[in-house]
Nanobody, 123 residues
Framework: QVHLVESGGGLVQPGGSLRLSCAAS????????MGWYRQAPGNQRELVAT???????NYADSVKYRFTISRDNAKNTVYLQANSLKPDDTAVYYC?????????????????WGQGTQVTVSS
C-alpha cells in the first residue's frame, strides 16, 4: 500500500506565498517522476509542475518563474514553493508520483495520487 500525504495548503492574500509538501510512504523501491497538479471548480485537473528523480523540472506556463518544485529523495518528499500567488491559483492541489513498490513481495510500478490540499488566494 502506498500513501501520498500533502500538507501546507491554506488561505493566503494575493502576492503571498505558500509551501506545499507531499510525502510518499509504503514499501517503496524507487520513485521516478513526482509532480503537482491542480483542479479549480468547474475545471479539469491540470499540470502545475513535475520533477524527475534526476532533478529535471517542467512547469506550466501559468506558474513559470513564480513556483518552484523540488524534492528530497531521501525523504520521498516533493515540495512546491508558490510565490506571488494570484486568485487564479485557487484550486485543490494534488501530488502525484510514478513509483515502484512491493506488493506481496513483488515489485509493482504504478501512478499514485494524494488526497489533495486546498489553496485559496483571496483578500
Amino acid at each position: 500500500q502506498v500513501h501520498l500525504v500533502e500538507s501546507g495548503g491554506g488561505l493566503v492574500q494575493p502576492g503571498g506565498s505558500l509551501r506545499l509538501s507531499c510525502a510518499a510512504s509504503g514499501r517503496i523501491v524507487s520513485i521516478y517522476t513526482m509532480g503537482w497538479y491542480r483542479q479549480a471548480p468547474g475545471n479539469q485537473r491540470e499540470l502545475v509542475a513535475t520533477i524527475t528523480n534526476g532533478g529535471s523540472t517542467n512547469y506550466a506556463d501559468s506558474v513559470k518563474y513564480r513556483f518552484t518544485i523540488s524534492r528530497d529523495n531521501a525523504k520521498n518528499t516533493v515540495y512546491l514553493q508558490a510565490n506571488s500567488l494570484k486568485p487564479d491559483d485557487t484550486a485543490v492541489y494534488y501530488c502525484n508520483a510514478d513509483l515502484t513498490h512491493y506488493t506481496d513481495n513483488q515489485p509493482t510500478r504504478g501512478d499514485y495520487w494524494g488526497q489533495g490540499t486546498q489553496v485559496t488566494v483571496s483578500s
